[in-house]
Each structure stands twice: as structure tokens, then as C-alpha cells.
């Protein structure tokens, strides 16, 4: 498809398209919809499983030992926190920056950022040894005095992910309240007047709505910024924080902020993808888009592979025989196979899309997307296990064993994940209605044949 | 020293010890084995005493331990021991301070004797063997006085009768002669590790029977041909010290080690010299002839010196090389060495000496030309050992040509570790009557008809010689844990029985008291009565006795025919040697069902829970194995399965396998899963005392089966980290280079950015001197014991999980031949700047005020952070909820928390133990003394290799230590972790 074929596409938009559009994806679901649900639904009850299993006999069911014992959960945990980052970015950096190419994108993407969290949410508590005191690391008053450790990485990271929660999810909320209104007077059922009703605050589209709308998002926008960088840093102060080999660079904010980019995009394009499909919104969600994402991809995909190269180099440079040790096991040791295969996902498969083609190639850019998050699953892997497996003494160095009991809670992740993503695309407007109308050019008025206020 | 309150049972004698003082003190019925246990416990024949009163002495109140001093009976050594009681229960073994033997010291077989004790397989009751519907045969409980009636009637019969028993000595052993003589019984004694061949060379060379005494503290060069003296061999906690107290002298012992596989005590030698089996006699004879040539033993008469040379003449330097595989070079080093020094030890035995009572000869004839008898070698002044094989083989013979009325076994497991070819199985089989007073199942036993069971050493009263002038006592610590009598007692009541009694006045207890009351007498005491109280409070009587044994040394006849290995029919081609060693995990295969000792990492292998079998790389390359395979070893005899474990560190087509019980002992040993290793050996040589370990080839082929092998250490070479260091010597005394990383030598404190926290009065620290520290892995044990830490078993041994609060890393920095082996005991190090502090979320693990880094359990949400971060991996994590399966739960010590699934734990440098000292301390006004406070792991270390102290206290032995040139600290000069615990570095000749 040429460019010039996609420019007319667009113009032929309207804004009434897009309104039945997008709201024809809240229809009376299909058989296909709750297979999916019900799918996602049976991993979450075999991952809770798993959890209770894990529970009751102790943490020892999870292939977690000595010495490595942070191992798959503390992996998932990276991961979907880094999945939830590219949300925010592409609804509120990119709104500042003024992106015209987020719009039809972000609502999905947020959703996932919220979700994302939430799934990443569980890690900790599914990977310490007492759950049930989790709690401790909160500074809440009590009468025993006690209070966190305000020194330790893990007590910023109940702060830095907690206020990531609330700011994206609260952001979420408010640029959906313009489009639950326009589904609130579209909808038909009561259950669904009801709901929007409630949800949509009695937004009527006024302009002095609009005017404090649009000031209170852009306020949103800039209070949600600095969390996209936060965040991960934080997250990656885990490490960073701690003297394990491997683990103890000054690069790891910067290098986790890059990766949760670069695993967010990917992960959005893995889900609007299907999505554009199903429910045919070609000419919303459009190859320019997706155009506009993969060099979103290309650029930290760049950044990731500086960072990787940089780890090798600051292990040689530093002279450090600890560091170097590490930075040889990597490439050839026991866990050879992940860091070959995260290089080849992360860095060599990602060179494909400066083809400019394959970045117009959904069919592609599917299979990218998915070999990108394996790749940065490999990532943390990487991070977590080969540095804790050759530690300074040589005598406590140790390997991994698989097991199910974090496969299974691993794959409920996913099902937890996508329950969610499920029931929103059914309830909730995944492309962001007014702000695609803000796009595309207003329609002229025909008082006669359209009234168009309602349409907002 | 820490202060303890030696009672005697006598002592305990209470007078009101009322039933419902029992009754209501109900928590008491968590002590129960069916009974409320008394504190001071007795057969229940003589039903003395109960819980003690509460207003009389202090030390029997609940929460205060009481000790009692015993003797170790788990090795012929006769370690003194001190048996830590609390509410009436052993919880921990340790070695009395006062026995010239041990000196407070105890290794980790007898530590681990409290699960002898507590074993949830030991045998409970008396049991008679019948046959189910189905004609199988199992056991069933009955009463003491029918098992009793069924021993005596048998004793009336007609026929004969035998008693297979182990080493015993004292009072024990004359009860036994005398039920023997009063019964016509035909009396063996079997125990594999008495070293009775040693015994008999000295009869032969010295004219004096009986293992002698080697003083290995006097020796300037020592030389072992195999003899494992710091593992099994003789007496190892005595010999461990010595050798240390003579390696921390200004110009060290240097130590010289032949044998075909690296063991423990090998590995600690400054030249470890590989050899091939069998090929230690020749290397001794051309030793002699060296030592002949250099004009060495002018005074030894004309008649000796002529046997002597007709030795020396049919050695030769060649052939010694080309036979034992070790260069001229290195053979040389070894001769020049103990021909310049003032005094030496030259020492053979273990597997390696087994193979020719030749080597046995030699080498007390090389201690008699370097002039060492009577001075490190003392002849005839350690035991006389009974063991005989070639007795036992005669027994067995009479056993299966007529069936006998009575066999007795006793504290022995012939069917075990008799070779299949002596048919003993088939004779026990054709008895009458088997009837074993066994304690615990082995392979023996459960070929029993009647099993009365016996207590354990630790509930029983008794006595102990293990040399002269050493007169060492035993009393029951507690109550009888189960429905079991001592064995005097058993021998005494069936005697009755039978109607002639061999002892009128009462039980055992009154026997051994006699005995006592009577040597009291012989001393010419006045008070008799005080001087048994006294003895027993001691734990026996203990004088130097001087003077040496005359040496005669007439009996002694050159040999010079070679013995050739035993190749059994169908042995193929690729002739395997088999070598069966004694280690410190299972000794003679005794203890395969003690946990503590099959999760104890085997010191040069660091392998736990099965045995397995040591080939040289070069070997399984050629059979086409690998580590971690599992192999099938079989002769004509019998099979074996086996994980392989490839080393450089033993010889070429040599297959050196741990000796190991069988599954027959309970549950762990089951775990475990070791075939009967000495069912592949062959009996041949009957006319010797010993049974001969090296010995026959073996086939060695891939097997079907699998068997985990599971090792705990990651790598095997410290990759120049500076971990574990080395100082090296040269020959003339100069210090010379380090041999890792030199670039730290003395500990220099880092500049540091921010203030220190300075504690005020205590800085508690600690030093391990690896100069000392053997590798004997004495102090995990006690680690265990004292803070109850779980034992995982194999599964979870394999996935990383050992709960072990205390490692010992052993390194490998030398080459193919030469291992150049460390030791290092790795424990928290109580980092001032602990890098787990900081990244613990709750405070579960802080800097306490005096040093320590302390684990708040109860606060431990288990985010793992602090062990990944710590840089030494001593942080254990409780993956699960481990149990101590009933009796086993007795010995849980009640001063230390046992820990829940989810939480970290780790060493807390015995906290209970300063606590107590401190609150000591405090009542009487004062500071905590230096050496007040031991943790168990520098209590036990038989090298004194652990020092504890206060810091902050510049007169201490741990601050002293810490000033030392050789101190340093592991990982701290790269880390600035600053800990607590330094390193003294090791000290080897360059050679």
C-alpha cells in the first residue's frame, strides 16, 4: 500500500465512522470472546493453583535455590513492569510531544499499563517466603514502632510501583470519560446506561467541560511523565543497588527504562494487531501507525544493544576479575542459550525493520512483536540468574532447576493479564474516540442530515 | 573456659520424687518415650530416680542445663565426652575438657552419636522374628522376660555356642569374658577399623603386642604410607591436635602423605604424592635401603641390622619408581627430608597399609632406624585391639559345618562387612538360636531370631582403657528412650536366668562400681566411695604414666614375596583395582543411618548422602564415563551401583569407593541407597588379623540403574580469588612468597568514607587459623547440633537447599599430581558493612551493637534480597518445613529457635551462648571473660583452629590472632565488607 492510497483513507473518515466504529466492538460479544475468556480464566485458576500449592509446602516447590534465589517470579515481576511502561509513554510523553500517531494506539496501550501492573503487582507477593506479612514493607503507624527499611531498594519499589498504579490508572480513567459518555448515549441496555452513567462523571461535552478537561489531562500528562522514568529506575535499583557482579552498574536505569520501551511497544503491537483485525479497524489503526511504532522500536532497540555492549565493556575496562568472570559466563556458560537467544531477539531480529517493507508488514511485525518479548523476558532472565549463579565465592556457585509450579504461575500471569484485556475491549472503548476525531477533518455542517454535537 | 556443672548420676540421687510432682508437670510428657524421662536416668531394673526436686540444686531446675561426662564409645579412640542435658534430654554431645585424649574436642561421628541415640529406626523393644500368612518373616514385640527366658534356655542346651561382638574394653569386656567362660561360649571380636594388623607388626618388629602411640607433635617430618590419621585411623581427634600444635610451631611439621586416592588427611599434607596401589611396600623398602646407606640406625644390633639389610638389598630405585608412579625426584625430597630431621614419624595403615602386612613392618623398621621409637613412637602404649579375621573366618567355618545351639551378636555387623566368600550370612542362617543385642538394625541383625535390645552407649554404665594411665568411665545420661536394657545388664539377667549368675550383687551399674571401688583400692585411696564420685564427676581417672616398653624386636622375619592383588574369576582385560576407604561420614559403615552424618559434605569431595566411586579422568575416559554417570562395580563376589565422581587425585585404574552401610539401618541409610561395597572383597588372606580393603579388581561397566550423585560445592578452584590462602615456607624456614594474590598480605583497614560505628564494650569476633583447620568438618556437626539446623536429605540436598549454616570450601590450586588442597570454613562473617543489612525491606537483619549481625526471624518476610547480596552465600533460606521425626525432636535444643518455612536464617556466632555468658557474667558483676564464650564449631574443633572473642579487647586471643602477619580477611579488600571473622593464612612447604 502506498502512502498516498492510506492519505485518502483517512480523509474519507468521519466522524460518525468512527463513532460506530469503535463502539461496535462493545457489542453483544461472540463465541470467540468467551473462548478467550474462559481460557484466560482456566490459567488463572491453574496459576492460583500453583500459588496455593507453593503456599503450603513453601517456596521450595519453585525451582528457586542457593544461590540463586530470586529466579522466575522476580523475571516476571521485570517483565511486566516493563510491559506496563510504554502506556504511559505513548498516552502522556507523546502527548506532550504532541504526536498525532498515539491517538488511535493509547487507550489500548494504557489498558495494558494498568493491567500490566496489576499483573506485575503479584510478583513480590507470590515470591516471598511469608505473603501473608507482605504488608511489613508498608510504613504504616503501629504499636510495636516498627518501620521499614528505608535503605533497601525493595521498600522504593512498594512506592515507586504503588504511585505508578494509581497515576496511570487515574489517568486512564480520565481520558476515557469523554468516550464512556458518547457509549452512554449510544447504549441501549439498562445495565450499560448504568454503568456509563456512573463512569462517565455526567460529562456532557460542554465547552467549559472541555476547557477543564483538556487542562487537567495536560496536568495529568506532565505529573505522569517523570513516572515513566522513575519507575524502571527504580525497578532496576533492585539490582543495581545490590554488589552482585553483573548486577552492580551504574547503566541500569537508563538500560531498564530503554527495555521496558522497547517490551511495551512490542507488546502493543502484539495486541492491537489481532485486535485491528477482529474487529476491522484498518482505516483507525492504520499502517502509518504501525510505521510510526516500529521506529519507536528501533530506536530502543538501539539503546538496549549500547547497553548490553556497555556491560561487557565496563566488566573489561574496570579490571575487575569478579565483573569479567561474569561477563564471560554470560556468552558461554551454563545460561548461554538465553543470553544467545536475547541477543538475537533483542538486538539482531529488531535490525530488520530499518527495511522500511517489513515495518509495513503486519504479518511481520506480529511475529517481531512476539520474538521481542520473548527476548526481553530473556533479558531479565539473563540479569537475575547468570549473576546469581557465579557470585564472588566459587564454592556456593550453583544452577537452576525448572519447575512446573512457576511455569504454571507464570502462564496465569498471562491469563490474569488477558482476562483483563478481555473483559475491557467489551466494556470499554479501546480506541480512543475523541481524540481520533481531533485527527481527522471536522465534518462540514448539514444541519438537516447530520447533527453531530451528540457524536463527541 | 565455659563453666560447667559436672554432675554425676550419683549426685542426682533426690529425695522426694514423688509420682504427682511428675504428673503435674505436665510438659514433661513431651519428653515421654512412653514414660516421663527422669534426669538421672538407669535401667529400669534398678528404677532409681525421677525429676528432681525443684528447691535442692539449681542445676536441675527447668532451663538450665546439666552435663554429664562420659566416654565416646562410636571409635575405639575413647574420647572423653560431656553430655549437655536439658529437662532430662541429651541435646548435644561435646568432648570433655579434661580427658587427656580428646581435650574438649570431639569429631563429627561422635558428636553424631546423640542421633544413635534418638535414631526413629532404632529397635524399640525386644522382638522375636516369626513368619507371617504368606511365610515371610517379620518381627514381633514381646516381653523382656520371655526374650530373657529364650536366651537362657539356650544357654542350657546342648552344642555350641559363640558371642560376635565388637572392640570392647573395661568392665564391659571382662562381664563378657566371664559370661563367656561361665557358658562355654566361644568368644569373636569383628570390628573392621581396630587396626589389630598394626597391633600384631608391633609385636613382630617391637616384641610388644598392641597399637603404639604416636606422638605426632614431637615430630620435625612426618611421612603416612595411607594411614588416614586424621579421619578413622587409631585415634584421630588426639592425633589431629598434635599435628596441628606441631604445624603451628615457628618452623612447621612437614608432612609427606603416600597414597592412591586423595583423602582428608592427604589433602592437608605439604607434598601429597599419588601412588599405585599396593606399590607403598616397595617405596618403603627402598627407603630403608636408603636409610641404611646413610649409616641410620648404627645401634640397633648386628642381628637386626642384618635382617635389615636383606631388606635393603632387594630394593631398588628404579623399581620403586616405576611401580608406585611418583618420580625420583619427589621420592628423593621425601628421603633427603627425613634423613636431615632431628625427629620424625614415619606411619602406615588405612587402605593403602592394608594391602601387605610387609608395609606394617617397614615402616616401624625405617622408625627404628631414624631412631623415632621411643620417642614419637611409643610401642605398645595405645589399645590392644581383639579383632581377629582370621578367627572370625574360623568361626564362620564352624557355623556352617554344624549348626550352633547359640550365636550372640553384639555391636558388629559381620554379614555386612565380611567378604560374601567367608559364608558368614549362611552360618547366622543355620544357628538354633540368633540372638542379637544389637540397638540398632543393620544387615546382621536383621537376620536375628531374638533381638534384645540394648541401650546405647549414652544410657549405659560402663568404662573405657583406651591406653594406659587413661581410665575413662561412662554413665547414662538420661533414661533409657525406649524399652531397652544394658547390655551388662541383658548378660547378667539371662546369666540369672540360666541359673549360674555370673554377678550376685545388683546390675552393671554395681558392677562397673566394683570394679571402680576396687581399682580405688589398688590406688590406695582412703575414700573409696569419694574417689568413684569423684571419677565419675571427672569422667574417669587420668594419670601420665612414664616409662616405655621394652623393645624386643626378635620376631621380626624379612619377607620378601609380593603380593599380587586377587583378580576373581570373569575379570576382564581393563584389570580395576578396588579401593574401599574408611571415612569420616560412615566409619566402618556403622553409621549410615545418622543424618547428621550423611548430610555432612565428605571433606575432599564435598559429596553427602550416597556413597560413590572416585576414577580418574583418564580412566572414565576410557570406559566411556562421566561424572554423574552411574557405574555397575562387579567381581565374581557381588555387584555394586555407583555414581561416578571423575578427580585427578586418584590413581589410574583404581576405583576408590567410601565405605558405606546399606539400607538395612533405617530410613536414611535408605535414602542414601549404598550397595555393600565389602561383598566384592575377598577373604584369601585368613591368616591375618585384619581384613585387607585393598585387594581385589573389580569389572567396571556402565549400569542401568542411576544414582544421584550429589555434591554440594559449585567449583573446585578458587580461580586466584584469594579465598583461601597459603603461605608458602622453603626449606630453609625463610618465609617465601605468597601463593595467591600477594597483593593483600597483612590485613590493612581501608580508608573509610564514612564514620564507623564503634561498639562499646563487646566487638565479637573470631579467627580461624587455616594453618590448623584439617577439613575435619567437626565444627558443621556441632554447627547443627547446637542450632537445630534441618537436615534436607538427598532430593533437596541435590537441588542447592543444605540448610548448613557452616561450610567448609575446598579448593583445588595445584596441577594434575600435586592438589595443593585448602580448606576454608566459611560462616556469616558478621560484616561490619554487611551488605545485607541495607537491602532487607522489614529490618529483619540489623547490626546489633556489639558486632553481630543479627537475624530477626520472627520479622524475615523472606524477600531473599540479603542472601543474593551477601558476597560470602552463608544465608540459608527455609525453602520448607523440615521435621525431626520422632525421637529425633529430642535433641532440638531449647536455647535456639527452631525456624519456620519462608524465613532466612544463618550462623549468629552462637548468640545463645554469649547471651548466657554475658548474664553470667553480669551476676557476678564482671565483663564476660576472654574465652568465656565459645560458639560450637571452635568448642568441638579438635585443631583449636576456631578463637573467639571480644575485639574491642586488645589482650584477647582474637584481637592477638587479628594482628598476626598472616592474618586476612576473605573478600574484603575488593568488597570493604569489613568482617568479623579473619583468616589466619595457611602454611605449607614450598616443595
New interface residues.
Partial sequence: MSSTAVAKKEEELTYKYVTDKVLSMLSAPTGGWYVLLATCIALVIIGKCCWFYQMIYGMGVAGIAHPIMWGVYITNFVFWVGIAHSGTLISAVLYLFRAKFRQPIYRLAEAMTVFAVMTAGLFPLIHVGRPWFAYWLMPYPNERTLWPNFKSPLVWDVFAISTYFTVSAVFFFIGLIPDIATARDKSKSLFRKVLYGITSLGWSGSNSQFKHYTAGYLLFAGLATPLVISVHSVVSWDFAMGIVPGWHATIFPPYFVAGAIFSGVAMVITLIIPLRKVFGLERIVTIDHFEAMCKLIMLTSGIVSYAYITEFYTAWFSNNSYERFQFWFRPFGDFKLAFWGMTFCNCIAPLALWYRPLRRNIKFLFVLSLVINVGMWLERFNIIFTSLAREFDPAAWGSYNFSWIEAGITVGAFGWFGMWMTLFIKFFPSIAIMEVKEVITPPKRHPEKHHQVEAH | MKKKKSLNIIGNTQENTSEDLVSRRSFLKVLGAGTALGLSACADSTKQKIFPDLEGNSAKNPGVAVWYNSTCRECEAGCGISVRTREGRAVKIEGNANHPVNKGSLCATGQAALQGLYDPDRIREPLQKELNKKGQPFFKAISWDKALAQVSSALKGKGANYIIRGEETGSLEKIFDQFSSKFNITQNVWDITSESELAESSKRVFGTYGIPHYKFGKAEVILSFGANFLETWVSPVEFAREFAEAKRKEHPVKFFHVEPRLSMTGSNADLWLKSKPGSEVEIAKYLIAELVKSKKGQNLGSDLMSKISSIASSADLSKAVSTSGISQEKLTSVIDSLVKSKSSLVIAGGTAGSFSNDLLDYVNIINLLLGNVGKTVLPGLLRKPKSNLSEILKTSKELNAKAANLLITYNCDPVLNLPVEAGFEYGVKKSKLHVSFSSHFNETTRLADIILPANTSLESWGDANPRPGVKSLMQPVMQAVFNTKEVGDILIDSSKKAGQSIFENGSFQDYVKAEWLDYGKRLSRTNIEKFWKESLEKGGYFTNPKGQAKIESSGFKPKSKNKKFISPKGIEKDKIVLYPYTSIRDFSGKYANRPWLQELPDPVTKIVWSSWAEIHPKTANRLGLSKGDTVSVSNFYGEVQLPVYTTNYVSENTIAVPVSGTGEQGRYANQAGNGNIFSLLASAYSSEKSLRLLSTEVNVKRSRISRKLVQT???D?????G?AETELISEDHSKGHDDHSSHHGKHHEPEQMYKQRTPAIYDWGMNIDLASCTGCSACVVACYAENNISVVGKE?CD????MSWL?I???YDGDEEDPKTSH?P?MCQHCDNA?CE??????ATYHTEEGLNAMVYN???????C???C???VR??????FDWPEPLNLQINPDVTKRV????EKCTFCIQRINEAKDTAKDEGRLVRDGEVQPACAQTCPTKAITFGNRKDPDSNVSKLGAADRAYKV?DH??NTQPSVTYLKDRRYKV
Fill in positions: 560445592q559449585g567449583s578452584s578458587q580461580l586466584g580469588r579465598l533437596v537441588q542447592g537447599r543444605e561450610r570450601e575446598r579448593y576454608l566459611m551488605p541495607p537491602v532487607c525491606p522489614v529490618y520479622r524475615c518476610v523472606g524477600t531473599r534480597y542472601g543474593n547480596n558476597s560470602y552465600k540459608r533460606f527455609n525453602w520448607f518445613e518455612a519462608g524465613v532466612m573478600l575488593h568488597l
